[in-house]
């Protein structure tokens, strides 16, 4: 199902949200302990324009939950590899999924919002590493963190940050190359899911 894609500064309703300046403005330097790093980034909040229950669907079966044994039952990293390629069909596995928000409890109360919405943790452990040994402040971004909440109309909205935005900011040139390989991965997502490809994404 199509949808359009449209600039706007909003949350609910919007589609696309851009901030200014790319996260490449940051600092070449890694930081050290007690430095502070200033940077801008893209946030993308797009209108699938399909029903929320049944786009979630889609959604955890394109990108499957982590299981403990796709690394129990491997002797070696290499074999880590393998299974999780054999699972991570489109790139990433979900590794948190959080629906349970306090104020669902008193839905029937006044004032309250009474929209659906799922956080998800999602990445790829592998990629991860090789972020991983060159800062390991990057699992700080590492799984990437998204959100589906329902519209007023009860279709999915979907939002999450550029990852390259975000790895670009720690000031190494390997860590930046792997977010744009993460903005690639999560375009070939959006493709496999109907939802439109905001414009930039791929930088």
Do not use: C
Not at 43 to 49: E, L, N, S, V
């Amino acid at each position: 199902m199509a949808a359009g894609v449209v600039m706007s500064v909003g949350i609910i309703g919007a589609i696309f949200v851009a901030s200014t300046q790319a996260g490449s403005m940051a600092s070449k330097e890694a930081p050290k302990s007690g430095e502070v790093t200033s940077y801008t980034l893209n946030r993308y909040t797009i209108d699938t324009k399909q029903d929320y229950t049944k786009f979630v669907a889609r959604f955890e079966k394109a990108v499957p939950s982590f299981t403990p044994d796709i690394v129990a039952s491997a002797s070696d990293w290499n074999e880590v590899v393998a299974n999780t390629a054999g699972v991570a069909t489109n790139g990433f596995l979900i590794y948190t999924k959080f629906t349970d928000w306090p104020w669902g409890r008193f839905s029937g109360m006044e004032g309250l919002d009474k929209r659906r919405g799922t956080m998800y943790l999602m990445g790829n452990h592998v990629i991860a590493e090789t972020m991983y040994r060159h800062n390991p402040g990057v699992m700080a971004h590492a799984p990437l963190r998204l959100m589906i909440f329902e519209n007023e109309r009860g279709d999915a909205v979907f939002q999450i940050e550029r990852p390259s935005d975000q790895f670009a900011a720690y000031g190494d040139e390997e860590i930046a190359k792997v977010g744009l390989l993460l903005n690639e991965k999560l375009e070939s997502l959006f493709s496999s899911l109907d939802v439109p490809v905001p414009s930039g994404l791929p930088r």
